[in-house]
Every structure is written in structure tokens, then in C-alpha cells.
């Protein structure tokens, strides 16, 4: 056997790792949660208010903003979407939020965008 996972049990194992997490964060209408989805071509981000059930801002590199941009799925659209989101948030009145990473890794773009919002002024 190789060792190499296909990509359904990359999946499957993605999910699990997410489902197990969302267990213990909730986010609230004074801290929302900042929730990260990764593919391979755009990151999207969102600050969700789990209690009411919606979505209080959100940034992608699906926006608008990034149809000049050359290539979505790197580290510095990645930061952009973070410093977007982040500036969206304060906006908004928030400061604190909750870090959902969806099951990813703390590497690479997730940990970009987080820097990012982080450096925008928000607290996680």
C-alpha cells in the first residue's frame, strides 16, 4: 500500500475533523464565528452569528475585487480576503470573533487569512 489517501477520505477526514470541532465553538451575537473554506481555486470567509442563524459579513476571492487579480488560490489573495473581511468586521462594530478553520490546516492561505484579519483588528 502506497500511503497516499484518496481524495474522498481527504474529504471524509476534512468533515470529521470540522463536524468534531463546531462541537465546542459557537458564535454568539457578541462574538461571532469567523468560518474559513478553502479550494483549491478561491478561500471564502464569513463572520456567522450561530444563535440567529446568519451570516453578518462576508469576503471571497470570488468578489468583485478580485476579477483584476491574476490568480485566486495563493497565500496573497488569501491575506486580501483576511484584510478585507477584517476591515468589514470593524465596520460592523466587531473586534472579537471565534476562529473556525473548517477542518484545515493552520498553514499556508488559512494561516494568512487569519494573519491578515488579525492585523485588520480583530481579536481570536
Given at each position: 500500500?502506497?500511503?497516499?489517501?484518496?481524495?474522498?477520505?481527504?474529504?471524509?477526514?476534512?468533515?470529521?475533523?470540522?463536524?468534531?470541532?463546531?462541537?465546542?465553538?459557537?458564535?454568539?451575537?457578541?462574538?461571532?464565528?469567523?468560518?474559513?473554506?478553502?479550494?483549491?481555486?478561491?478561500?471564502?470567509?464569513?463572520?456567522?452569528?450561530?444563535?440567529?442563524?446568519?451570516?453578518?459579513?462576508?469576503?471571497?476571492?470570488?468578489?468583485?475585487?478580485?476579477?483584476?487579480?491574476?490568480?485566486?488560490g495563493n497565500v496573497l489573495s488569501?491575506?486580501?480576503?483576511?484584510?478585507?473581511?477584517?476591515?468589514?468586521?470593524k465596520a460592523k462594530g466587531f473586534?472579537k470573533v471565534v476562529f473556525d478553520?473548517?477542518?484545515?490546516?493552520?498553514?499556508?492561505?488559512?494561516?494568512?487569512?487569519?494573519?491578515?484579519?488579525?492585523?485588520?483588528?480583530?481579536?481570536?
Amino acid at each position: 500500500m502506497s500511503g497516499f489517501k484518496s481524495s474522498e477520505k481527504r474529504r471524509q477526514s476534512r468533515l470529521s475533523r470540522k463536524v468534531r470541532l463546531r462541537k465546542k465553538i459557537k458564535g454568539t451575537e457578541e462574538r461571532p464565528r469567523l468560518a474559513i473554506f478553502r479550494s483549491s481555486k478561491h478561500i471564502y470567509a464569513q463572520l456567522i452569528d450561530d444563535t440567529s442563524h446568519s451570516v453578518i459579513c462576508a469576503s471571497s476571492t470570488c468578489a468583485k475585487d478580485f476579477e483584476s487579480e491574476g490568480s485566486t488560490g495563493n497565500v496573497l489573495s488569501a491575506k486580501k480576503v483576511g484584510e478585507t473581511l477584517g476591515e468589514r468586521a470593524k465596520a460592523k462594530g466587531f473586534h472579537k470573533v471565534v476562529f473556525d478553520k473548517g477542518g484545515f490546516r493552520y498553514h499556508g492561505r488559512v494561516k494568512a487569512l487569519a494573519d491578515a484579519a488579525r492585523e485588520a483588528g480583530l481579536e481570536f
